[in-house]
């Protein structure tokens, strides 16, 4: 085994190293996170419900009393 071997796999090593390292944190710092949410936020406007429903949605019924609502802006 040369030299230049021997640096180039020590050079590869540590690099696996810390690609693995900064995997797992990355996997941890997610894991802890909450997931940021892709729901909108509906309020009712007649009876003041407030609840989520999917993006995507641009009008969504209260779960409460069935009305119809648009999606809150903040
Ligand atoms: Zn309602």
Excluded at 33 to 59: G, Q
């Amino acid at each position: 085994m040369t030299a230049d071997s021997l640096i180039f796999a020590y050079v590869a090593l540590l690099l696996a190293a810390i690609a693995a390292i900064a995997g797992l944190a990355e996997r941890r710092r997610r894991s802890f996170e909450p997931e940021p949410s892709e729901d909108t936020i509906f309020r009712c406007r007649k009876c003041a419900y407030v609840y989520t429903d999917d993006e995507d949605v641009e009008v969504s019924r209260c779960p409460q009393c069935g009305a119809t609502n648009e999606a809150v802006e903040f």
